[in-house]
T-cell receptor
Framework: GENVEQHPSTLSVQEGDSAVIKCTYSDSASNYFPWYKQELGKGPQLIIDIRSNVGEKKDQRIAVTLNKTAKHFSLHITETQPEDSAVYFCAVFSGTYKYIFGTGTRLKVLA | DAGVTQSPTHLIKTRGQQVTLRCSPKSGHDTVSWYQQALGQGPQFIFQYYEEEERQRGNFPDRFSGHQFPNYSSELNVNALLLGDSALYLC?????????????FGPGTRLTVT
């Protein structure tokens, strides 16, 4: 079945530095790739997504890149701030009405 | 615009009991998915409801069942609770459109089985 690997599991960066989280998937039919941010005690919040016909998408300090040939996509956060500290999950949608989530990355932004 | 709401927020049950969790989708959404999130892990897909029917299911036993009502709200039922069912249960809603895949999550229900 579909498998999604996410790395790293934890990431610490200094405030103002960039953070990159990468996910690899196995199903070549996957066509939608969202990223979620989950803060303590809350549900996941959709922060950015990308579809299979696009290679890159940017929204202010957040960007996502997709390499369909290599089956991986990455989340890029620039100019990190303490409020970016959270757990980030990637997910993959393959058109079978279910999303497969990665195992999560705990991001700590050090002030 | 109300987002996805879930009730209750927290729940404590004893092994062997049954539990019902509730979800109201985001305004304008007609599809509801349920996820189980164990501590320190990503959400695991349980099932999805559309037009009051279950149309996709993850690797969960029949003890997990659900329902969707005409107003698109949904319930998740778990029978014969096990200690391993302790988790955060998340509801996510979306709009059925082949070009729209965005899912929005509720805050979750924290279930503790003792």
């Amino acid at each position: 079945g579909e498998n999604v690997e996410q790395h790293p599991s934890t990431l610490s960066v200094q405030e103002g530095d960039s953070a990159v989280i990468k996910c690899t998937y196995s199903d070549s039919a996957s066509n939608y790739f969202p990223w979620y941010k989950q803060e303590l005690g809350k549900g996941p919040q959709l922060i950015i997504d990308i579809r299979s016909n696009v290679g890159e998408k940017k929204d202010q300090r957040i960007a996502v890149t997709l390499n369909k040939t290599a089956k991986h996509f990455s989340l890029h956060i620039t100019e990190t701030q303490p409020e970016d500290s959270a757990v980030y999950f990637c997910a993959v949608f393959s058109g079978t009405y279910k999303y497969i989530f990665g195992t999560g990355t705990r991001l700590k932004v050090l002030a | 615009d109300a987002g996805v709401t879930q009730s209750p927020t927290h729940l404590i049950k004893t092994r062997g009991q049954q539990v019902t969790l509730r979800c109201s989708p985001k305004s304008g959404h007609d599809t509801v998915s349920w996820y189980q999130q164990a501590l320190g892990q990503g959400p695991q897909f349980i099932f999805q409801y559309y037009e009051e029917e279950e149309r996709q299911r993850g690797n969960f036993p029949d003890r997990f069942s659900g329902h969707q009502f005409p107003n698109y709200s949904s319930e998740l039922n778990v029978n014969a609770l096990l200690l391993g069912d302790s988790a955060l249960y998340l509801c996510a809603s979306s709009f059925e459109n082949r070009d729209l895949y965005e899912q929005y999550f509720g805050p979750g229900t924290r279930l503790t089985v003792t």
